[in-house]
């Protein structure tokens, strides 16, 4: 591991660069996409530094809300962790296969050649864009910490990912599943993999799984925390989900949800999310899906009182004004704060005449 | 590396900076939107048209993106209720079968495809171009420069198409200006019937001039 960075001279590119995301820094501690919650940031923190080792000082984690999967660092060490990343890994040894991916980036100071070869291409904005307050949302969508940077350098950030998760004691074999839940939501939108030029450009997606596999190989074991990253989450499980279901992108959320569901079938929220997925979409029998899986979220219990309110949704649609009325009856008891609750009441008053 | 379409808006500054696009005066007084939409307006609107618009007329009273009011004059089932931008991008369409519910969902989604973030801050029934509608109100949290917006909308699904107006502004100083006469303008809509709309279409339509904002200037000699 390289000693610790100093800060480069600021008449150079580097110092330009250093400059400028000092500045998006300061901007992303005053964005309301921050999120602050102190606990949850000391605690990604934490596994930060567990993986950076004596680069520690120099990693700055920020929680920033946004549905997609990512995580960025910059090369002055501000990291930005996304919501969506954190709804979609398990254990705390996943976050870490990202966080460590990341930190190979920094610690290679791989931004820095692609800054140059940006100005090369002219394409400094865009760069720059990536590592700005929600930076890489309009721009890359979905998959911007996992293809920032060239082949080479992900193959790199990937071993020393690798490395880091192990001398951290975080089990390796986590990280590969990371890149094959994701490559699952990407083969589930409409096009598959076609659809996203990104794979065109970037090693195949079972080239990277297997190349992670190869990197665990070599250093089975360790932890995964799963109950501890659980724990830590769980308050923000139905926002995130939340968030998720607003995306517009059903054919990914399912897939998302799917998985979630089946991993574990005890925790209603998810299959409440995904009755909401099948719900807006609103195709050929996606109506009785949703249905089943709000039926499925009553009967793991602590259910979100919105799932009650997706039953009567359904059954008003159809006509079937008993089994609506009990169910909006229900969520008005469940929920009377809710902003839809004049909505509903008047739902149940027209179901009543 | 792939581009997301550029959100609408800034398709429309764009068209606006290139002298593509025009503004016109919305009169006080009644003024029909679309064919079947009729309001009464108290004082005088902005309304921007520009290449590639969505459905929905824009109009503003201060200017894009300081305050937006976009109207749906009568979206059909399965139309977008956004700009067509092509390629993958999501999208968010109107059914006829959607329950306010649904309706709400589908601008929320609308509104944050730029990675905006919306919260429903209530949603109640409400009288709207003389059906029975629904009336919601919501804060925005705008991705591109991070400014809290807060909006009013009403909808109504007529024969089976969405007339619906959404207003949002900066929510401590432009919000609060313009939401009497929104609620006025909401209060006053009322749906012709079709009929009678198709013979007031073909009767021909009115005189629009430009106008000079007086707090921002924007936009004059179009």
């Known amino acids: 591991m390289p000693a610790r960075f100093a800060r480069p001279a600021p008449e150079t590119d580097e110092g330009g660069l250093w400059a400028i995301m000092d500045r998006e820094e300061r901007r992303l501690r005053r964005s ?21 080792g004596e680069h520690c000082p120099d990693v700055r984690v920020h929680l920033v809300r946004a549905p997609l999967f990512n995580a960025s ?64 949302l309009a721009q890359v969508g979905a998959l911007a910490g996992m293809f920032a940077f060239g082949q080479e350098h992900e193959r790199e950030a990937d071993t020393i990912g690798t490395t880091l998760m192990r001398n951290a004691g975080y089990d390796p074999n986590e990280a590969w599943k990371v890149w094959a839940n994701l490559v699952l939501e990407i083969r589930a939108r409409p096009g598959g993999e076609s659809a996203s030029p990104l794979f065109a450009t970037h090693p195949p997606a079972a080239e990277r799984q297997e190349a992670l596999i190869a990197l665990a190989r070599d250093a089975a074991g360790g932890a995964t925390n799963e109950a501890a990253w659980g724990e830590h989450v769980a308050p923000y499980r139905h926002e995130w989900l939340t968030e998720e279901v607003k995306r517009g992108v059903p054919e990914e959320s399912l897939a998302l949800l799917t998985r979630l569901k089946e991993r574990s079938p005890k925790v209603a929220a998810y299959a409440w999310a995904r009755g909401e997925v099948y719900r807006l979409r609103a195709g050929e029998d996606d109506l009785d899906r949703a249905l089943e899986d709000y039926r499925a979220a009553l ?27 009990a169910s909006f009856a229900r969520y008005l008891e469940a929920a009377p704060q809710a902003p839809d609750f004049a909505m509903i009441k008047s739902y149940l008053e027209e179901l009543s005449l | 590396m792939r581009l997301l379409p550029i959100a609408p808006l ?34 005088p609107w902005n309304r921007i048209d520009a290449p590639g618009m969505g459905p929905a007329q824009v109009w503003t009273m201060e200017g894009l993106p300081v305050d937006q009011l976009l109207v749906y004059p009568g979206i059909k089932n399965g139309e977008l209720v956004h700009a067509s931008t092509g390629g993958s991008a999501k999208t968010f369409a109107f059914r006829s079968s959607m329950q306010p519910h649904e309706i709400v969902a589908m601008f929320e989604g609308m509104m944050t495809r730029d990675g905006s973030q919306f919260k429903l801050a209530r949603l ?81 339509g009115g005189k629009r001039d430009c106008m000079r904002n007086p707090v921002t200037g924007m936009w004059t000699g179009c």
């Open chain 1, 32 to 52: 309301p996409f921050a999120l602050r919650d102190a606990k949850l940031r000391a605690y990604v923190q934490e596994i930060a530094c567990k993986l950076a």
């Open chain 1, 73 to 136: 660092m910059a090369p002055n060490g501000m990291m930005q962790v996304w919501t969506g990343l954190m709804l979609r890994v398990d254990n705390e040894a996943q976050l870490a296969a990202v966080l460590g991916h990341e930190i190979g980036h920094f610690l290679q100071r791989h931004t820095l050649e692609r800054l140059r070869d940006a100005k090369a291409r002219s394409a400094f904005g865009q760069f720059i864009g990536l590592f700005g307050v929600v930076g890489a």
């Open chain 1, 299 to 325: 009967a793991a219990g602590g259910e979100p009182p919105e799932a009650h309110r997706g039953i009567g949704l359904v059954h008003r649609t159809r006509r079937q004004a008993a089994e609506a009325k």
């Open chain 2, 10 to 43: 800034l398709v429309l500054i764009l068209a606006l900076l290139a002298g593509c696009a025009t503004v016109t005066k919305v009169e006080t007084g009644e003024q029909a939107v679309g064919a079947r939409l009729v309001v009464s307006l108290e004082g």
């Open chain 2, 124 to 204: 109640e029934p409400a009288s709207f171009g003389g059906g029975k509608g629904f009336r919601f109100e919501y804060s925005v949290t705008r991705r591109s420069d991070s400014a809290l917006l807060s909006g009013v909308a009403y909808g109504v699904v007529s024969e089976g198409e969405l007339y619906a107006m959404l207003y949002h502004a900066p929510r401590l100083t432009f919000f609060p200006r313009h939401r009497g006469r929104v609620e006025q303008m909401a209060r006053s809509a009322q749906l012709r019937a079709a009929d009678a709309a198709a013979l007031k279409a073909s009767s021909g």
